[in-house]
C-alpha cells in the first residue's frame, strides 16, 4: 500500500493518538456511572472490577427511551427507510419513457428484498448499541461487514480529524486468539518474539490502521509490529464501511460530547439524593 503510519507501527500510532482521547473516555466513563454503568465500565481489559450499581434508574430509563425513539426514526420496522427511484427525465432523454413502470416495480422488489435482511441480520441490534454509546459517550464508530455491522466503543478505537472534522486517521484495537491468525503468520510471530507454545495461548492484539489518501480509505492488519497478509483493503470515502460517528460536534475537536454529559449535573444531584434517602432509610429502620 502507498501509505505509511509516520515510521510507526499502528500500534505505537496507537498509542500516540491515544493520549488525545484520553479525556473524551473519561468523560464517556463518567456519564455511564450515572445512566448504564456495564456499557461504558471503568476497566476495560483483563478482569473486570465489580460494578457499582446507582442509586437511581432515572439515567438509564432516559439512555434507553432515546435510544429506542432514535432507533424507531431510522429503523422502521416493517417500512423502508429508503426509497429507490429512477430519474425520469433520464427515461425520456433516452426514448425510453414506456420502462418507468416496469423500472419501479423492479426497484419496490430490491427495496423488499434489502429491508428483509436487515430484519433477519443483526443491525437493529447492534444499531441499538452504537445509538447508547452515543448518547452516553458521544462517540462510537461502525464498520460494514459481510455479516453485518461490528460496532467499536470509545475505548477500543482512535481517529484523527482535520479541521473541518474529515476523517484522516482510524485505528481499531481488538484482541483475538492467536489460532485465529493465518499459521504461517503465526510462525513469524512466533520466531521474531521467541514466544513458546505456553505463551501464544494468551490473546494476541490486533491493530487495523484505516487512512485516508486522497479520495480513498485504505487500511491493512497489524500484530506484534507486522503486517497481517491478505487484510489489505481500499474503498472511496463516500462508500466506506468504516463509519465514525459523534453525538455533538465540537469544532475542531477529534471526537464528540454525549448527550448525558449535558445534563450530568442533574444526574449527580438526583444521585446524592437517592442515596441519602436510601441510607438514611436503613438506618432508620
Not at 429503523?75 to 430519474?87: E, G, M, N, Q, V
Not at 487512512?211 to 472511496?236: A, H, L
Not at 459523534?246 to 460530547?257: L, T
Request: charge should be negative; hydrophobic fraction near 35%; aromatic fraction near 8%.
Amino acid at each position: 500500500m502507498e501509505y505509511s503510519t509516520q515510521g510507526q507501527t499502528a500500534g505505537g500510532r496507537y498509542a500516540q493518538l491515544q493520549s488525545a482521547r484520553s479525556t473524551f473516555d473519561r468523560e464517556a466513563k463518567e456519564s455511564s456511572k450515572l445512566t448504564i454503568p456495564s456499557l461504558i465500565p471503568e476497566s476495560t481489559t483483563g478482569t473486570r472490577a465489580k460494578i457499582k450499581t446507582p442509586f437511581q434508574a432515572v439515567g438509564a430509563r432516559g439512555v434507553n427511551s432515546l435510544a429506542s425513539k432514535l432507533l424507531f426514526a431510522l429503523l422502521p420496522p416493517s417500512t423502508a427507510f429508503f426509497k429507490l427511484s429512477i430519474d425520469s427525465l433520464e427515461l425520456l432523454k433516452q426514448g425510453q419513457e414506456g420502462l418507468e413502470t416496469e423500472i419501479d416495480k423492479g426497484l419496490r422488489t430490491i427495496e423488499t428484498a434489502l429491508m428483509n435482511e436487515i430484519e433477519i441480520s443483526n443491525d437493529r441490534v447492534a444499531m441499538f448499541e452504537a445509538l447508547k454509546h452515543l448518547i452516553v459517550g458521544g462517540n462510537v464508530l461502525l464498520y460494514l461487514t459481510d455479516d453485518g455491522l461490528k460496532v467499536y466503543p470509545l475505548s477500543k478505537f482512535v481517529c484523527k480529524r482535520d479541521a473541518v472534522g474529515n476523517v484522516l486517521e482510524i485505528i481499531t484495537q481488538e484482541s483475538v486468539s492467536p489460532k485465529a491468525l493465518p499459521s504461517e503468520f503465526l510462525e513469524q510471530i512466533k520466531q521474531k518474539e521467541n514466544y513458546d507454545e505456553k505463551t501464544m495461548d494468551a490473546d494476541l492484539d490486533i491493530y487495523t490502521y484505516v487512512k485516508r489518501v486522497n479520495d480513498d480509505f485504505m487500511w491493512y492488519q497489524e500484530c506484534k509490529g507486522e503486517k497481517i497478509p491478505g487484510t489489505d483493503g481500499r474503498s472511496k470515502v463516500d462508500v466506506s464501511p468504516w463509519i465514525t460517528l459523534r453525538f455533538v460536534r465540537i469544532d475542531g475537536e477529534d471526537y464528540g460530547r454525549g448527550y448525558v454529559e449535558e445534563y450530568r449535573g442533574d444526574l449527580i444531584s438526583l444521585e446524592a439524593l437517592m442515596q441519602a434517602i436510601i441510607e438514611g432509610a436503613a438506618a432508620s429502620a
